[in-house]
Protein backbone atom coordinates (compact mmCIF):
# COMPACT_ATOMS: atom_id res chain seq x y z
CA UNK A 1 0.00 0.00 0.00
CA UNK A 2 1.94 3.50 -0.95
CA UNK A 3 1.11 6.11 1.64
CA UNK A 4 2.11 9.67 0.74
CA UNK A 5 3.01 11.98 4.13
CA UNK A 6 -0.09 14.37 3.30
CA UNK A 7 -3.14 13.59 0.63
CA UNK A 8 -4.52 17.16 -0.36
CA UNK A 9 -7.09 15.64 -2.54
CA UNK A 10 -8.35 13.52 0.30
CA UNK A 11 -9.69 17.03 1.31
CA UNK A 12 -10.41 18.28 -1.91
CA UNK A 13 -13.40 14.82 -2.89
CA UNK A 14 -14.56 15.31 1.26
CA UNK A 15 -16.41 18.02 -0.07
CA UNK A 16 -16.75 18.25 -4.03
CA UNK A 17 -19.75 19.14 -4.68
CA UNK A 18 -19.32 22.01 -2.33
CA UNK A 19 -15.83 23.32 -3.60
CA UNK A 20 -17.25 22.83 -7.27
CA UNK A 21 -20.33 24.93 -6.46
CA UNK A 22 -18.70 27.56 -4.60
CA UNK A 23 -15.74 27.82 -7.49
CA UNK A 24 -18.14 28.41 -10.30
CA UNK A 25 -20.43 30.93 -8.54
CA UNK A 26 -16.98 33.22 -7.97
CA UNK A 27 -16.13 32.17 -11.55
CA UNK A 28 -19.44 33.55 -12.60
CA UNK A 29 -20.29 36.64 -10.03
CA UNK A 30 -17.49 38.98 -12.24
CA UNK A 31 -15.59 40.16 -9.00
CA UNK A 32 -12.37 38.80 -8.31
CA UNK A 33 -10.59 40.80 -5.18
CA UNK A 34 -11.94 41.77 -2.21
CA UNK A 35 -15.44 41.59 -2.33
CA UNK A 36 -18.26 40.03 -0.64
CA UNK A 37 -16.66 36.59 0.13
CA UNK A 38 -13.75 38.28 1.58
CA UNK A 39 -15.93 39.98 4.34
CA UNK A 40 -18.11 37.00 4.64
CA UNK A 41 -14.61 35.23 5.14
CA UNK A 42 -13.68 37.07 7.59
CA UNK A 43 -16.52 37.59 9.88
CA UNK A 44 -17.26 33.83 10.02
CA UNK A 45 -13.53 33.40 10.57
CA UNK A 46 -13.15 35.89 13.45
CA UNK A 47 -16.31 34.01 14.94
CA UNK A 48 -14.79 30.39 14.67
CA UNK A 49 -11.76 32.15 16.98
CA UNK A 50 -13.58 34.12 19.17
CA UNK A 51 -11.67 37.22 17.65
CA UNK A 52 -13.52 40.51 17.32
CA UNK A 53 -12.25 40.69 13.81
CA UNK A 54 -10.26 39.18 11.02
CA UNK A 55 -8.48 40.38 7.76
CA UNK A 56 -7.74 38.13 5.22
CA UNK A 57 -3.95 38.38 3.62
CA UNK A 58 -2.05 36.82 0.69
CA UNK A 59 -0.47 34.60 3.24
CA UNK A 60 1.08 33.40 6.53
CA UNK A 61 4.49 34.91 6.17
CA UNK A 62 2.41 38.32 5.30
CA UNK A 63 0.32 37.95 8.18
CA UNK A 64 3.52 37.80 10.39
CA UNK A 65 5.30 40.54 9.28
CA UNK A 66 2.51 42.64 8.73
CA UNK A 67 1.59 41.83 12.28
CA UNK A 68 5.01 43.74 13.22
CA UNK A 69 4.81 46.48 10.65
CA UNK A 70 1.35 47.73 12.40
CA UNK A 71 3.09 47.36 15.31
CA UNK A 72 5.77 49.72 15.03
CA UNK A 73 8.48 47.08 15.35
CA UNK A 74 11.64 46.68 13.41
CA UNK A 75 15.21 47.64 13.56
CA UNK A 76 16.68 47.81 17.21
CA UNK A 77 14.11 45.52 18.37
CA UNK A 78 14.40 42.35 19.50
CA UNK A 79 11.50 39.66 19.37
CA UNK A 80 11.65 36.34 21.30
CA UNK A 81 10.32 33.29 19.44
CA UNK A 82 11.32 29.59 20.17
CA UNK A 83 13.98 27.89 18.17
CA UNK A 84 12.49 25.04 16.50
CA UNK A 85 10.09 26.91 14.06
CA UNK A 86 9.52 26.86 11.00
CA UNK A 87 11.64 29.23 9.14
CA UNK A 88 8.85 32.04 7.91
CA UNK A 89 8.08 32.81 11.53
CA UNK A 90 12.05 34.20 11.76
CA UNK A 91 11.47 35.55 8.55
CA UNK A 92 8.34 37.42 9.83
CA UNK A 93 10.58 39.34 12.35
CA UNK A 94 13.56 39.98 10.36
CA UNK A 95 11.98 41.33 7.22
CA UNK A 96 11.04 44.37 9.65
CA UNK A 97 14.85 44.46 10.49
CA UNK A 98 14.37 43.06 13.98
CA UNK A 99 16.27 40.68 15.69
CA UNK A 100 14.97 37.34 16.85
CA UNK A 101 15.75 35.74 20.24
CA UNK A 102 15.47 32.14 20.78
CA UNK A 103 14.52 30.13 23.10
CA UNK A 104 14.69 26.54 23.35
CA UNK A 105 11.35 24.13 23.64
CA UNK A 106 9.92 22.45 26.49
CA UNK A 107 8.31 18.70 26.33
CA UNK A 108 6.03 19.22 23.54
CA UNK A 109 7.82 21.16 21.19
CA UNK A 110 6.11 24.74 22.16
CA UNK A 111 8.57 27.28 23.54
CA UNK A 112 9.80 26.71 27.00
CA UNK A 113 8.14 29.08 28.88
CA UNK A 114 10.75 28.69 32.12
CA UNK A 115 13.25 29.94 29.74
CA UNK A 116 11.89 33.08 28.52
CA UNK A 117 12.55 35.73 30.98
CA UNK A 118 16.05 35.11 31.29
CA UNK A 119 16.33 36.54 27.43
CA UNK A 120 14.02 39.73 27.88
CA UNK A 121 16.26 42.69 27.65
CA UNK A 122 15.63 46.67 27.36
CA UNK A 123 15.30 46.04 23.32
CA UNK A 124 12.27 43.13 23.60
CA UNK A 125 9.30 44.42 22.18
CA UNK A 126 7.45 40.77 21.87
CA UNK A 127 6.75 37.21 21.83
CA UNK A 128 5.88 35.30 18.96
CA UNK A 129 4.25 32.10 20.54
CA UNK A 130 4.21 29.49 17.21
CA UNK A 131 1.32 26.96 18.33
CA UNK A 132 3.95 24.53 16.53
CA UNK A 133 2.57 21.33 14.48
CA UNK A 134 -0.99 21.70 16.16
CA UNK A 135 -0.93 21.35 20.05
CA UNK A 136 -1.41 25.55 21.54
CA UNK A 137 1.64 26.33 23.63
CA UNK A 138 1.48 26.84 27.24
CA UNK A 139 -0.19 30.60 27.66
CA UNK A 140 -0.89 31.04 30.49
CA UNK A 141 2.80 31.98 31.92
CA UNK A 142 3.71 33.45 28.23
CA UNK A 143 0.44 36.21 28.81
CA UNK A 144 2.28 36.96 32.60
CA UNK A 145 5.51 37.61 31.38
CA UNK A 146 3.88 40.07 28.50
CA UNK A 147 1.77 41.72 31.39
CA UNK A 148 5.09 42.14 33.76
CA UNK A 149 7.25 43.06 30.56
CA UNK A 150 4.86 45.17 28.80
CA UNK A 151 5.41 43.29 25.64
CA UNK A 152 3.41 42.49 22.76
CA UNK A 153 2.15 39.14 21.68
CA UNK A 154 1.76 37.71 18.77
CA UNK A 155 0.73 34.41 17.88
CA UNK A 156 1.86 32.29 14.60
CA UNK A 157 -1.39 29.88 14.10
CA UNK A 158 -0.25 28.52 11.45
CA UNK A 159 -0.80 24.86 12.14
CA UNK A 160 -3.01 25.53 14.92
CA UNK A 161 -6.63 26.23 13.39
CA UNK A 162 -8.80 25.22 16.30
CA UNK A 163 -6.42 24.51 18.59
CA UNK A 164 -7.16 25.63 22.27
CA UNK A 165 -5.91 26.38 25.33
CA UNK A 166 -7.70 26.10 28.35
CA UNK A 167 -10.97 26.34 26.54
CA UNK A 168 -9.72 29.57 24.38
CA UNK A 169 -8.74 29.35 21.07
CA UNK A 170 -5.49 30.18 19.81
CA UNK A 171 -4.69 33.40 17.61
CA UNK A 172 -6.60 35.29 20.41
CA UNK A 173 -4.73 35.53 23.62
CA UNK A 174 -2.20 38.56 22.55
CA UNK A 175 -2.17 41.74 19.77
CA UNK A 176 -2.30 39.72 16.94
CA UNK A 177 -2.62 36.14 16.11
CA UNK A 178 -1.26 35.02 12.37
CA UNK A 179 -2.97 32.25 9.89
CA UNK A 180 -1.56 30.73 7.04
CA UNK A 181 -4.16 28.98 4.47
CA UNK A 182 -1.88 27.21 2.40
CA UNK A 183 -2.96 23.81 1.10
CA UNK A 184 -1.65 21.45 3.63
CA UNK A 185 -2.23 23.39 6.74
CA UNK A 186 -5.36 22.25 8.52
CA UNK A 187 -7.45 25.17 7.23
CA UNK A 188 -6.36 24.99 4.08
CA UNK A 189 -6.81 26.84 0.64
CA UNK A 190 -6.59 25.87 -2.72
CA UNK A 191 -3.50 28.51 -3.44
CA UNK A 192 -2.06 30.42 -0.94
CA UNK A 193 -3.86 32.85 1.67
CA UNK A 194 -3.50 34.05 5.07
CA UNK A 195 -4.97 35.97 7.78
CA UNK A 196 -4.62 38.11 11.20
CA UNK A 197 -7.32 38.24 13.55
CA UNK A 198 -7.43 40.87 16.42
CA UNK A 199 -9.57 42.40 19.10
CA UNK A 200 -7.99 45.45 18.37
CA UNK A 201 -10.29 47.84 15.95
CA UNK A 202 -7.11 50.34 14.97
CA UNK A 203 -4.86 47.14 14.16
CA UNK A 204 -8.00 44.91 12.08
CA UNK A 205 -7.93 48.74 10.35
CA UNK A 206 -4.47 49.44 9.83
CA UNK A 207 -3.90 46.11 8.33
CA UNK A 208 -6.32 46.66 5.73
CA UNK A 209 -4.49 49.67 4.82
CA UNK A 210 -1.55 48.29 4.93
CA UNK A 211 -2.87 44.83 2.26
CA UNK A 212 -4.06 47.32 -0.12
CA UNK A 213 -0.92 49.45 -1.08
CA UNK A 214 -1.24 51.21 2.23
CA UNK A 215 -4.59 53.14 0.99
CA UNK A 216 -7.87 53.40 2.68
CA UNK A 217 -9.73 55.45 -0.11
CA UNK A 218 -8.49 54.41 -3.26
CA UNK A 219 -5.14 56.42 -4.72
CA UNK A 220 -4.62 58.33 -1.31
CA UNK A 221 -2.00 56.41 0.30
CA UNK A 222 -0.85 57.00 4.24
CA UNK A 223 1.81 54.47 4.30
CA UNK A 224 3.91 52.44 2.14
CA UNK A 225 2.07 49.03 1.60
CA UNK A 226 2.00 46.18 0.52
CA UNK A 227 -0.34 43.96 -2.12
CA UNK A 228 -1.74 41.06 0.18
CA UNK A 229 -5.16 40.61 -0.58
CA UNK A 230 -6.62 37.32 0.05
CA UNK A 231 -8.47 36.79 -3.33
CA UNK A 232 -12.41 36.13 -3.71
CA UNK A 233 -11.93 32.47 -4.93
CA UNK A 234 -9.90 31.22 -2.15
CA UNK A 235 -11.89 32.84 0.32
CA UNK A 236 -14.88 31.19 -1.16
CA UNK A 237 -13.14 27.82 -0.85
CA UNK A 238 -11.84 28.78 2.27
CA UNK A 239 -15.85 29.26 3.51
CA UNK A 240 -16.75 25.72 2.49
CA UNK A 241 -13.88 24.48 4.36
CA UNK A 242 -14.40 26.20 7.49
CA UNK A 243 -18.18 25.34 7.37
CA UNK A 244 -16.78 21.60 7.79
CA UNK A 245 -13.92 22.81 10.83
CA UNK A 246 -15.64 20.90 13.12
CA UNK A 247 -15.75 17.49 11.88
CA UNK A 248 -12.23 18.10 10.11
CA UNK A 249 -10.56 18.64 13.17
CA UNK A 250 -12.56 15.75 15.08
CA UNK A 251 -10.76 13.28 12.52
CA UNK A 252 -7.11 14.32 12.35
CA UNK A 253 -7.53 14.02 16.01
CA UNK A 254 -9.31 10.69 16.01
CA UNK A 255 -6.54 9.24 14.03
CA UNK A 256 -3.94 11.26 16.21
CA UNK A 257 -5.59 9.27 19.28
CA UNK A 258 -5.31 5.81 17.81
CA UNK A 259 -1.32 6.91 16.96
CA UNK A 260 -1.17 7.91 20.52
CA UNK A 261 -2.79 4.32 22.09
CA UNK A 262 -1.69 1.77 19.24
CA UNK A 263 2.19 2.66 18.24
CA UNK A 264 4.08 0.74 20.47
CA UNK A 265 8.09 0.69 20.07
CA UNK A 266 10.92 1.38 22.15
CA UNK A 267 12.62 3.42 19.36
CA UNK A 268 10.32 5.75 19.00
CA UNK A 269 9.21 8.72 21.06
CA UNK A 270 5.24 9.42 20.79
CA UNK A 271 4.00 13.26 21.03
CA UNK A 272 2.96 14.70 24.51
CA UNK A 273 -0.22 15.87 25.16
CA UNK A 274 0.28 19.62 27.92
CA UNK A 275 -3.03 19.83 30.44
CA UNK A 276 -5.57 22.14 29.19
CA UNK A 277 -4.33 22.45 25.80
CA UNK A 278 -5.67 20.75 22.66
CA UNK A 279 -3.86 19.55 19.60
CA UNK A 280 -5.13 19.10 16.41
CA UNK A 281 -2.30 17.30 14.85
CA UNK A 282 -1.48 19.49 12.00
CA UNK A 283 1.34 17.21 12.03
CA UNK A 284 1.69 13.54 13.94
CA UNK A 285 5.29 14.01 14.65
CA UNK A 286 7.60 11.10 16.81
CA UNK A 287 11.08 11.03 17.41
CA UNK A 288 13.62 8.21 16.68
CA UNK A 289 17.41 8.25 17.20
CA UNK A 290 17.65 5.97 14.36
CA UNK A 291 15.79 8.39 12.07
CA UNK A 292 17.48 7.71 8.64
CA UNK A 293 17.19 4.37 9.37
CA UNK A 294 13.38 4.32 10.36
CA UNK A 295 12.96 6.26 6.92
CA UNK A 296 14.89 3.93 4.72
CA UNK A 297 12.65 1.03 6.82
CA UNK A 298 8.80 3.21 6.08
CA UNK A 299 10.43 4.29 2.44
CA UNK A 300 10.61 0.55 1.47
CA UNK A 301 6.80 0.33 2.73
CA UNK A 302 6.26 3.02 0.53
CA UNK A 303 5.29 4.92 3.63
CA UNK A 304 6.29 8.79 3.00
CA UNK A 305 7.67 10.63 5.69
CA UNK A 306 8.53 14.59 6.08
CA UNK A 307 10.94 16.32 8.39
CA UNK A 308 9.45 19.53 10.19
CA UNK A 309 12.40 20.45 10.07
CA UNK A 310 16.12 19.00 8.86
CA UNK A 311 17.53 22.72 10.04
CA UNK A 312 16.62 24.72 12.75
CA UNK A 313 16.25 28.72 11.76
CA UNK A 314 19.72 29.65 13.76
CA UNK A 315 21.78 27.22 11.57
CA UNK A 316 20.16 28.33 8.06
CA UNK A 317 22.13 29.74 5.85
CA UNK A 318 20.15 32.49 5.34
CA UNK A 319 20.73 33.49 9.40
CA UNK A 320 24.08 33.06 8.98
CA UNK A 321 24.43 37.10 9.93
CA UNK A 322 23.17 36.44 13.27
CA UNK A 323 26.35 34.52 14.22
CA UNK A 324 24.70 31.05 15.84
CA UNK A 325 26.35 28.21 15.78
CA UNK A 326 26.32 24.50 15.92
CA UNK A 327 25.54 23.66 19.60
CA UNK A 328 24.06 26.84 20.47
CA UNK A 329 20.68 25.62 21.18
CA UNK A 330 21.56 21.82 21.92
CA UNK A 331 17.40 20.92 22.48
CA UNK A 332 16.34 22.63 18.88
CA UNK A 333 19.37 20.63 17.42
CA UNK A 334 18.58 17.25 19.19
CA UNK A 335 14.71 17.87 17.66
CA UNK A 336 16.27 18.65 14.37
CA UNK A 337 18.03 15.39 14.51
CA UNK A 338 15.32 13.09 15.58
CA UNK A 339 11.74 14.30 14.38
CA UNK A 340 9.60 12.62 12.01
CA UNK A 341 6.20 13.10 10.94
CA UNK A 342 4.28 10.53 9.54
CA UNK A 343 0.94 10.33 7.21
CA UNK A 344 -2.01 12.67 9.08
CA UNK A 345 -4.43 14.11 6.88
CA UNK A 346 -8.09 14.28 6.63
CA UNK A 347 -9.79 11.65 4.26
CA UNK A 348 -7.18 9.02 5.70
CA UNK A 349 -9.00 5.34 5.49
CA UNK A 350 -8.78 2.75 8.40
CA UNK A 351 -6.57 0.23 6.56
CA UNK A 352 -4.05 3.04 5.52
CA UNK A 353 -3.91 4.12 9.23
CA UNK A 354 -3.68 0.06 10.30
CA UNK A 355 -1.29 0.00 8.06
CA UNK A 356 1.72 2.67 9.12
CA UNK A 357 0.99 1.50 13.00
CA UNK A 358 1.63 -2.22 11.93
CA UNK A 359 4.20 -1.22 9.81
CA UNK A 360 5.88 1.44 12.80
CA UNK A 361 5.15 -1.54 15.33
CA UNK A 362 7.33 -4.07 13.98
CA UNK A 363 10.68 -1.29 12.94
C1 LIG B 1 3.13 27.52 6.90
C2 LIG B 1 3.71 28.30 7.99
C3 LIG B 1 3.96 29.68 7.87
C4 LIG B 1 3.87 30.42 6.58
O1 LIG B 1 2.65 30.38 5.94
P1 LIG B 1 2.58 30.64 4.35
O2 LIG B 1 1.14 30.80 4.09
O3 LIG B 1 3.19 29.45 3.68
O4 LIG B 1 3.35 31.89 4.07
C5 LIG B 1 4.41 30.36 8.99
N1 LIG B 1 4.61 29.74 10.16
C6 LIG B 1 4.41 28.42 10.32
C7 LIG B 1 4.62 27.82 11.66
C8 LIG B 1 3.97 27.65 9.24
O5 LIG B 1 3.76 26.35 9.41
Partial sequence: MKIMPNRMDRGFFQYQDEFENK???VLRSGWYVLGKEVSSFEEEFAAYTGAKYCVGLASGLDALWLAFRVLGIGEGDEVIVQGNTYIASVMGITINGATPIFVEPDDYYQIDPAKIEEKIT??????LVVHLYGQASNMEPIVSLCKKYHLRLV???????GACYRGQMTGTFGDIGCFSFYPSKNLGAFGDGGAIVTNDE?????????????????????????NSRLDELQAGLLRVRLSHMDELTAEKQAIG????????NDKITLPKLLDGATHVYHQFVIRCKDRDRLIAYLNEK????????????????????LG??????PITETLANEVLSIPMYNGMTKEEQDYVIDAINAF
Fill in 257 to 264: ARYLAELH
Fill in 324 to 329: FREGDF
Fill in 122 to 127: DKTKAI
Fill in 302 to 321: EIGTIIHYPIPPHLAEAYRY
Fill in 202 to 226: NIAKDMKIYRNYGSEKRYYNKVVGT
Fill in 155 to 161: EDCAQSH
Fill in 23 to 25: ALE
